[in-house]
């Protein structure tokens, strides 16, 4: 989803946001963790208004989100299916797992379904290998998974509304 034009109404609230902090570098982290807690993501909006603010180049900005996979720069779902592919859910079949993800919402991962419904994300490690395979649903974990768990859930979230 490529934001076309300005959205004042993202500026507005990332102003609210920057409100509490002071007007230090050192905040970054903080303020980026605030914006991705109120829009899932870190819109470009948001970016060149904390830019302003901090007085610090984009490029910078950028840095530290692509830096740290706690922050993206893409939206997500209403629910974000994160599948592991760490070495013990590797091992133990997690990749037919997000091969059937994909195949069931006809989307790669990194993607959302054009209803806004459900992303897909692959995750090195949820710190779960004693359950493994594991995936999780926004951040619920599902451990011992199968594809047949996987379908479960999803036709359970397909159906609420």
Same mark, same amino acid.
């Given at each position: 989803?490529?934001? !076309?034009?300005?959205?004042?109404?993202?500026?507005?609230?990332?102003?609210?946001?920057?409100?509490?902090?002071?007007?230090?570098?050192?905040?970054?982290?903080?303020?980026?963790?605030?914006?991705?807690? !109120?829009?899932?993501?870190?819109?470009?909006?948001?970016?060149?208004?904390?830019?302003?603010?901090?007085?610090?180049?984009? $490029?910078? +900005?950028?840095?530290? +989100?692509?830096?740290?996979?706690?922050?993206?720069?893409?939206?997500?779902? !209403?629910?974000?299916?994160?599948?592991?592919?760490?070495?013990?859910?590797?091992?133990?079949?997690?990749?037919?797992?997000?091969?059937?993800?994909?195949?069931?919402?006809?989307?790669? $991962? &990194?993607?959302?379904?054009?209803?806004? !419904?459900?992303?897909?994300?692959?995750?090195?490690?949820?710190?779960?290998?004693?359950?493994?395979?594991?995936?999780?649903?926004?951040?619920?974990?599902? &451990?011992? $998974?199968?594809?047949?768990?996987?379908?479960?859930?999803?036709? #359970?979230?397909?159906?609420? #509304?």
């Amino acid at each position: 989803m490529e934001e !076309k034009c300005v959205d004042k109404k993202v500026i507005e609230e990332t102003r609210e946001i920057l409100e509490k902090y002071p007007k230090e570098k050192n905040q970054l982290i903080a303020i980026l963790n605030d914006v991705q807690e !109120k829009y899932g993501y870190i819109p470009k909006q948001a970016q060149m208004t904390i830019s302003e603010h901090l007085e610090m180049p984009m $490029a910078e +900005i950028y840095g530290v +989100i692509t830096f740290y996979s706690r922050f993206t720069l893409t939206p997500k779902g !209403k629910y974000n299916i994160s599948i592991c592919l760490g070495t013990a859910c590797y091992v133990k079949g997690s990749q037919k797992i997000l091969d059937r993800a994909k195949e069931r919402l006809k989307i790669e $991962a &990194g993607e959302v379904t054009e209803d806004g !419904k459900f992303s897909i994300d692959e995750v090195r490690c949820v710190g779960a290998c004693g359950l493994a395979p594991v995936f999780m649903v926004n951040d619920e974990v599902y &451990g011992n $998974a199968t594809v047949q768990m996987l379908d479960k859930v999803l036709d #359970e979230l397909c159906n609420e #509304e």
